[in-house]
Each structure stands twice: as structure tokens, then as C-alpha cells.
């Protein structure tokens, strides 16, 4: 892998990242101020938060495995 490949790569990592830190400050929004009342939100909410954080999870093992080769 390339150079750039792998700054274009970092990039969208620390880009996941950011995604999924919003996704999570959502969810404990939800709780802390949202529930009960709100509690058809858990589950939507939650599974995307579960997403954003699995695409960051495979993006980074992703650099890291490239990171290691090179």
C-alpha cells in the first residue's frame, strides 16, 4: 500500500471515529435525558451506533494491518 493510500486510509478512520463518537453521544443523550418516555428510540438509535462503530472497528484493523506491512 502507498503512502498515500494509507494517509487517505488514517483519514477515513479518524473520520469513522468521529461518526461513531456522535452516534454514541446520541445514545447517551437518550438516556440521560430521553427515557423512558422515549424508549422506542433505544433500539434504532442503538443499532446505529452499533454500525458506526463496527465500520470504524473494521476500517482501523484495516490500518493497522496495512500499517504492519509496510
Known amino acids: 500500500m502507498s503512502e498515500?493510500?494509507?494517509?487517505?486510509?488514517?483519514?477515513?478512520?479518524?473520520?469513522?471515529?468521529?461518526?461513531?463518537?456522535?452516534?454514541?453521544?446520541?445514545?447517551?443523550?437518550?438516556?440521560?435525558?430521553?427515557?423512558?418516555?422515549a424508549y422506542e428510540d433505544i433500539h434504532p438509535i442503538a443499532q446505529s451506533t452499533y454500525d458506526a462503530c463496527k465500520a470504524w472497528a473494521d476500517a482501523n484493523a484495516r490500518l493497522a494491518a496495512a500499517q504492519k506491512g509496510a
Open 4 to 37: 498515500d493510500e494509507l494517509k487517505d486510509l488514517d483519514k477515513e478512520v479518524r473520520k469513522l471515529k468521529r461518526i461513531a463518537s456522535e452516534w454514541a453521544s446520541q445514545l447517551h443523550d437518550l438516556v440521560e435525558d430521553r427515557l423512558p418516555a
